[in-house]
């Protein structure tokens, strides 16, 4: 067993130097530079040495390595550096985002998953049914949307049409607002994003799980199940949909790990102060630390997820526990 | 003491209602809102003036108004400024606003950089603080630009706060919002708004709202939603043509139209083998019929390019100076010139054998531009000519224009659809930015155009603090653009904004610009 951790662990150490070492060379290789970000858009106006004085103040006139150096050595501080675009540190600026991130990536991936379990259940169990055909089809349809598109229709209805919901942000500006009133308001900016991102994250789950329930319902204990005469509802919950929930489990969890990473096109549409949204204006502004960071965090929690996913395997599949 | 206390009960009429809270979008995140985290031009610029005082200010028609300063003194030779403050000046914190102040803050712009604020102390010989009113600033040359482009755009800093932020990392980290200005910043919240609360005694007068809330609306579509569904009073964005008829019908809604100073251009590369050709430049320009394209792609909310790059609506304008297009002159001076099409593939080829192929790069985020590129692709086919669009992003086609934004390090493109913002349009000096020669002058000559008499005239209009003199020779300077065409301007987006007036008509509009000035929200200094 300590040697499987260990082996594990090694793993997973490379797995990291190699996602980070990647977070590092990626922005760098993308064509452009950050230095309007850093000083404002009237750089051209500046003087060539004014502009190189700069360049060198942020350390971007050093040799790749140096800076690939100084990148770990702040990692290893736990030191993401300053946003170029900013200048404040990095963490910073990702731990404000990280909450409502998870408030909203968390609670779809929650919602979606539940409705997605129940859905493919009873569809697989009215297999070649109407119902069955019609959710496939639906969850085709579904999956096939954007996820621009479901939102703007959203706030066109919604929002602008019946003004149910507002249009944009994650709670109202300058409202001030304390305690029980606040978490209402902050409630009601979530529904709409929130709405979007499940309604999109649903036909993934769904797909998984019928296909999960008909190969289990074709397994031989289901038919001996039946065979002694146990209640459909028993067999369907009991026997079949706990075996077939395994695959979901797997998904789930490697879901789980972008949780943190967010959900760029909802949050940038809907005005959403979540990560996704940083990242995308971290890639627009050449912003190098802020992507490093970003990357690194969302690297750091995609390997959580996959430990969580190797440490919990063994408790819902006893047939993984026996085969070490 | 008496005495001034009963001239500001004069000055400030009882009756004036102040209006509560307005909510005005904006498209990012500015930073906390000073003069070193601010991060846009428009409408960053406009709003960190709300907080922080200028010492001149551009007025509706662009032209620098006295504001911090009541006096202004020019030496014969345009070289000494001296500048008497107003008096009873005070930052937020309550302490007196001197000479000293202003003073350090252009030796601060000097020694910290700052993209807007430096340059402008390239000419400062230096700054002197003989006593706490007055401000003497010596200029190595006289400078054209300097009342705008230097008094009217570096706000002042409080030297109490900023004395102890000395590196450039240091100061765009700094969170320090003490200014002078009418307003305070009251709350930032990351990436989602800002709150700003008008401080109780502004020197110029009453202000006229209380509160700003000042959302952070990313996406376009999302902001006009939000106005049409009372979440926001009014955007920093300028409609798009095809909703402004939609948001005049609008009940609730204004729309405030005028000219727009922002310009889109077709920009060449004048160091490309065939492009340098004036005559093949000149029949692309005949080739686009910028008449059709105003109609087609802005539903005529838009001017048509003059040649000599300025908008008929600036006061630098050559008057009469228009650029007619003709498909039949395109064709005609392409004979002429030996493009001739040798191999019947319908593109016409250079007398050595290269064909008229280019490419044009243009900005993917903005559909405006890439149906003006398809429409262009679509004209010169028409002559002989074949263009290939590439769609990239800002960084990208920066890289290709104008890498790392200095003119100095060339370029590589053959042409590229482009812009610039409204301030190039009203500073006196745009027209050598753009056109001079030597890339530490013409910062913004993108395509490396050169023309000696362009040059001479260029570095004669810096120095000439004369208006009348000035206009003379940023005429003289069109008439010879508008014959070498090293850009062709295809428009001038008309400024169109929208508001609810219910929330708060008040809106001053800079022409050109918007209604995003502080003008909207306290009138001059009497």
Request: hydrophobic share 45%; net charge positive.
């Amino acid at each position: 067993m300590a040697r499987f951790f260990a082996g594990k662990g090694v793993q997973y150490a490379l797995v990291l130097l190699f996602a980070v070492t990647l977070n590092f060379l990626l922005p760098r290789m993308m064509p452009g530079s950050p230095l309007v970000f850093l000083v404002g858009e009237d750089v051209g106006f500046m003087s060539a040495d004014q502009r190189a004085q700069l360049i060198h103040a942020f350390g971007l006139d050093q040799p790749l390595w140096r800076q690939y150096v100084i990148y770990l050595a702040g990692l290893a501080r736990a030191d993401l550096g300053h946003s170029f675009q900013q200048g404040r540190p990095v963490l910073e600026i990702i731990l404000g985002r990280v909450g409502w991130t998870v408030l909203l990536v968390g609670i779809s991936l929650l919602l979606a998953t539940l409705i997605g379990i129940t859905w493919g259940t009873a569809a697989a169990w009215r297999r070649g049914r109407r119902l069955d055909l019609g959710s496939l089809g639906a969850a085709m349809l579904l999956e096939s949307m954007p996820s621009f598109w479901l939102a703007m229709i959203f706030i066109a209805v919604f929002a602008a049409g019946l003004r149910w919901f507002p249009v944009f942000g994650a709670m109202t500006p300058g409202a001030g607002l304390r305690g029980w009133p606040q978490m209402v308001n902050v409630a009601w900016h979530l529904t709409l994003p929130l709405a979007t991102l499940t309604i999109i994250t649903i036909p993934g789950m769904f797909l998984i799980m019928r296909y999960s329930m008909l190969s289990v319902l074709g397994e031989q204990y289901i038919a001996t199940a039946r065979s002694k005469g146990l209640a459909e509802r028993g067999v369907m919950f009991r026997h079949a949909m706990r075996n077939a929930l395994l695959p979901v489990a797997t998904v789930f969890m490697l879901n789980l790990g972008y949780v943190v990473s967010g959900a760029t096109v909802v949050e940038t549409v809907f005005s959403y102060p979540g990560v996704g949204r940083l990242l995308f204006e971290a890639v627009l502004a050449r912003d190098y630390p802020v992507l490093q960071g970003t990357f690194f965090v969302l690297t750091v929690s995609v390997i959580t997820a996959n430990i969580g996913a190797d440490l919990l395997y063994p408790l819902i599949d006893p047939r993984v526990r026996h085969a070490r | 003491m008496i005495a001034s206390l009963v001239l500001l009960g004069l000055a400030l009429p009882a009756t004036q209602a102040q209006t509560g809270a307005v909510r005005l979008a904006i498209t990012r995140d500015e930073g906390w809102l000073n003069p070193y985290t601010y991060q846009t031009g428009f409408p960053g610029w406009n709003i960190m003036t709300l907080v922080y005082d200028t010492l001149y200010y551009p007025d509706a028609n662009n032209e620098p108004i006295p504001w911090l300063v009541r006096d202004t003194r020019v030496s014969i030779d345009g070289r000494t400024w001296t500048l008497t403050l107003r008096p009873n000046l005070r930052w937020h914190d309550g302490r007196p606003l001197t000479s000293d102040d202003v003073k350090f803050t252009f030796e601060y712009a000097a020694k910290v950089a700052h993209s807007r604020w430096t340059p402008t102390t390239r000419n400062l010989e230096g700054v002197d603080a003989p006593n706490p009113q007055t401000v003497v600033f010596r200029l190595k040359q006289p400078d054209a630009g300097f009342r705008l482009r230097t008094l009217a755009d570096v706000p002042v800093l409080p030297r109490h706060i900023w004395e102890s932020v000395t590196t450039v990392a240091a100061a765009r980290a700094f969170r320090n919002t003490v200014g002078s200005g009418p307003y305070r910043v009251e709350e930032v919240q990351d990436n989602q708004f800002y709150r700003l609360v008008a401080t109780p005694q502004y020197f110029a007068g009453p202000v006229k709202v209380r509160e700003l809330v000042l959302p952070i609306v990313r996406d376009a579509t999302v902001s006009f939603t939000a106005l049409q569904a009372g979440q926001i009073d009014a955007t920093s964005r300028v409609l798009t043509p095809e909703l402004v008829a939609q948001f005049e019908k609008t009940q609730g809604l204004k729309v405030a139209r005028g000219a727009g100073f922002a310009s889109t251009i077709l920009q060449f590369n004048l160091e490309h083998p065939l492009l340098r050709d004036v005559r093949l430049r000149r029949a692309i320009a005949n080739a686009i019929n910028t008449n059709l394209m105003v109609r087609l792609l802005m539903l005529g909310y838009a001017v048509v390019g003059s040649p000599g790059y300025l908008h008929p609506d600036s006061p630098f304008y050559a008057q009469g100076l228009r650029f007619e297009a003709s498909k039949a002159r395109a064709v005609t001076i392409l004979n002429e010139a030996g493009y001739t099409d040798r191999n019947s593939d319908g593109i016409r080829e250079a007398p050595d054998g290269t064909p008229l192929q280019f490419t044009v790069l243009t900005l993917a985020g903005n559909p405006i531009r890439i149906r003006g590129a398809e429409l262009i692709r679509t004209w010169l086919k028409d002559v002989g000519i074949g263009l290939t669009i590439r769609v990239a992003e800002d960084a990208a086609i920066i890289d290709q224009v104008w890498p790392d934004f200095d003119v100095c390090k060339g370029r590589r493109f053959d042409m590229s659809m482009f812009g610039w913002s409204a301030p190039v349009m009203t500073r006196p000096t745009a027209l050598v930015d753009l056109f001079h020669s030597n890339c530490q002058r013409g910062t913004i000559n993108i395509g490396g155009y050169k023309n000696p008499e362009v040059d001479r005239l260029g570095e004669q209009l810096v120095v000439t603090v004369d208006l009348a003199r000035q206009k003379q020779i940023a005429s003289q300077m069109q008439q010879i653009i508008a014959r070498d065409l090293p850009i062709h301007v295809l428009f001038y987006q008309d400024t169109i904004m929208a508001y609810r007036p219910s929330a708060y008509d008040k809106w001053v509009f800079q022409k050109g610009q918007g209604y995003v000035t502080k003008l909207s929200f306290v009138d001059p200094p009497k």
